[in-house]
């Protein structure tokens, strides 16, 4: 009787064999499980990237269901280029970020204190207030100077005044109008350093009570950059305005 049935036994006992080599194979490459929650709501699982879930993440997931991987949604080509300018404008920032924060530690080992702040004001303040000085003392002198031109224009009253009274009347008049221009910018000058230390004064003050370097954000941009920082002034010699 076995010897009836072996022809139909050898058959599906070679079937057999394949299905446990291939069911063996498939173990050995373990197999990978795409699984998403498609656009409807549904979870959508396969042996392969998800068509229906290329706009959303997908999980991979091992043979015995545990996470080997997250898929990136696939991008378009505007979503790329919005994807790299949005990865350049948070580059910038941080660069800034950095920056402002180098700025503030810089400042404050400039001037760990008010009374060093000060003395930076007054240091800036010097030249230019020696400048204003001198400047009032020429235009004290050219006025001096006029006077005797004046008294001997009062014997021409009337009359043309001669050539080279006329130009010293004039040379005098121009140089005091000059100086009298170079103090009002001296003064301007005065005003736009005291501005510029007392903005900066209220900046530092955040950072000494506490405030992090590079936390102050736009405030401290507007502080710093209100006003330009200051050069000393150069002294005016006082000849330099006989021209």
């Not at 991979?60 to 919005?82: C, F, K, W, Y």
């Not at 009359?159 to 003064?187: C, F, H, S, T, V």
């Amino acid at each position: 009787m076995s010897h009836r049935f072996a022809p139909i036994a050898r058959p599906l006992i070679a079937a057999a064999l394949l299905l446990c080599a291939g069911t063996l194979s498939n173990v050995h490459a373990a197999p990978q499980i795409y699984t998403c929650v498609a656009a409807n709501g549904r979870t959508l699982t396969s042996d392969r990237a998800i068509v229906e879930c290329l706009d959303r993440e997908q999980r991979v997931l091992g043979p015995e269901g545990t996470l080997q991987r997250i898929v990136p949604p696939s991008l378009t080509a505007d979503e790329r280029s919005e994807k790299e300018n949005r990865e350049r404008q948070l580059a910038a920032e941080k660069q800034v970020r950095a920056e402002a924060v180098k700025r503030d530690r810089s400042l404050m080992q400039r001037y760990p204190n008010a009374e060093s702040h000060q003395k930076a004001r007054e240091a800036a303040l010097t030249n230019l207030r020696i400048a204003m000085q001198l400047s009032d003392l020429r235009v004290r002198e050219l006025a001096g100077e006029r006077k005797p031109l004046q008294d001997e224009a009062e014997f021409y009253a009337g009359k043309p005044l001669p050539g080279k009274l006329r130009e010293r009347l004039d040379a005098n008049e121009g140089a005091i109008a000059a100086l009298r221009d170079a103090q009002a910018n001296q003064m301007a000058e005065l005003e736009r350093v005291n501005n510029f230390y007392d903005g900066e004064l209220a900046y530092l003050r955040r950072l000494w009570t506490g405030a992090a370097p590079g936390s102050l954000g736009a405030t401290a941009d507007a502080a710093a950059s209100a006003v330009a920082a200051p050069s000393p002034a150069k002294p005016v010699a006082a000849r330099s305005a006989k021209q």
